[in-house]
């Protein structure tokens, strides 16, 4: 877990990284992105979590407004997302990412109330950035094995989905190949 105050610049790349495969995975797995997208979006990533305020809680409010679109897309089969990631990440598109940050207003509003609402979601970033920072089992199967006690299957497949794109990126995942 990252514990710095002020992250440093190689925290943020790692942040930025890991909420790439997050949205990529979790919202666009489908797609095929060139290198030119995978830029722009990681861009946009970058934006919002060096806006003012902490890096960390910026990276944490975004994926977690990710695993709320998979899981409205998951109870309404008639939501499609009908632009591609670079243009739902732009700041500027109302229907797109920008409009999940009411979303995650009213999970803050519920937390102040009640802070382990909905405490799976507020785990899930932290578990994927130490995945990110660590990969080995022991972290990968105590996250697991804490969703899945939780009865968070939603998040259990995601932590596994993220967690294979981040064992090829690191060259782990050559041997199953």
């Not at 309404?76 to 591609?84: D, K, M, V």
């Not at 999940?100 to 507020?122: C, G, Q, S, V, Y």
Request: net charge positive; hydrophobic share 45%; glycine share 6%.
């Amino acid at each position: 877990m990252i514990t710095d105050v002020i992250p440093d610049r190689k925290n943020i790349n790692r942040m930025v990284n890991t909420a790439w495969h997050v949205v990529s995975t979790g919202i666009f797995a489908a797609t095929k992105h060139n290198k030119a997208e995978t830029a722009m979006a990681k861009t946009h990533i970058r934006n919002f979590i060096t806006r003012s305020g902490d890096a960390y809680k910026n990276y944490a409010e975004f994926c977690q407004r990710i695993i709320m679109v998979r899981r409205y897309k998951a109870h309404n089969p008639g939501f499609h997302i009908r632009f591609g990631i670079v243009a739902w990440l732009n700041p500027e598109i109302a229907r797109g990412f920008a409009g999940t940050a009411l979303w995650f207003e009213r999970l803050a509003a519920n937390r102040k109330e009640n802070p382990i609402h909905l405490i799976a979601l507020k785990a899930f970033p932290e578990a994927i950035l130490e995945l990110a920072e660590e990969l080995t089992a022991d972290i990968f199967n105590y996250w697991n094995d804490w969703f899945q006690e939780r009865r968070q299957a939603d998040i259990c497949a995601m932590t596994m989905m993220v967690g294979a794109k981040l064992a090829f990126e690191a060259g782990i995942g050559k041997m199953l190949v």
